[in-house]
Structure formats: structure tokens, C-alpha cells
């Protein structure tokens, strides 16, 4: 069974930045690709970024410029940077294996305020 755990959240000013991480337990995933989507209080999830196993990263339209993502292994990073009170939601890993398996993890909360 693959798990995803996530760490890195928290409180931010505007402006400020985080890193959040994202482990997946388990072997050689094959073709994959891993990524953020978020969720803020009344809206729908809405996909944030991904990277896939060759490294090719693809990015909303909201964050490209601001948010990094990278990866090492089976672990993934998310640096965010200009963060905007907007950006406040909880962030979901995701890994989809093949095409055909998917999983997320617990959610980890982002607050950007003053």
C-alpha cells in the first residue's frame, strides 16, 4: 500500500515563503507523476503543479513563477515563494502510477496572513 506523507505547512505573511514535502513509501513507481493540488474553505480542489518521473514539471497559471517544484527519490518538494493571502488552502499530495493508480495524502494547512 502506497502512503504519502506530507510536512511543511503553516503560518506565512505575505510575501514570505514555505517548503512543503511530500514522501511516498513504497518501491520503483515506474512512470509517474507527482504533484499539489489545494483546496481553500468553499471551493473545489484545484491542481497546483506536477513533476513527472523524467522531471518534466508543469504549473497553474496562479503559481507559475512563485512555485518550484523538485524532486528526489520517492520524495517531492514544493517551494513556494511571494506567497498571497489567495494561496491559503490545504495542500494535497498526489501520485498517479501508470495512469491507473492514484493516491493523496492528509492535507497539510497553508495560511498566508498578516
Known amino acids: 500500500q502506497v502512503q504519502l506523507v506530507e510536512s511543511g505547512g503553516g503560518l506565512v505573511q505575505p510575501g514570505g515563503s514555505l517548503r512543503l514535502s511530500c514522501e511516498a513509501s513504497?518501491?520503483?513507481?515506474?512512470?509517474?507523476?507527482m504533484g499539489w493540488y489545494r483546496q481553500a474553505p468553499g471551493k473545489q480542489r484545484e491542481w497546483v503543479t506536477t513533476?513527472?518521473?523524467?522531471?518534466n514539471t508543469n504549473y497553474a497559471d496562479s503559481v507559475k513563477g512563485r512555485f518550484t517544484i523538485s524532486k528526489d527519490k520517492n520524495t517531492n518538494y514544493l517551494q513556494m515563494n511571494s506567497l498571497k493571502p489567495e494561496d491559503t488552502a490545504v495542500y494535497f499530495c498526489?501520485?498517479?502510477?501508470?495512469?491507473?493508480?492514484?493516491?493523496w495524502g492528509q492535507g497539510t494547512q497553508v495560511t498566508v496572513s498578516s
Open positions: 513533476i513527472g518521473s523524467g522531471g
Open positions: 498526489n501520485l498517479k502510477v501508470r495512469g491507473v493508480y492514484e493516491y
Open positions: 513504497g518501491s520503483d513507481f515506474g512512470i509517474y507523476t
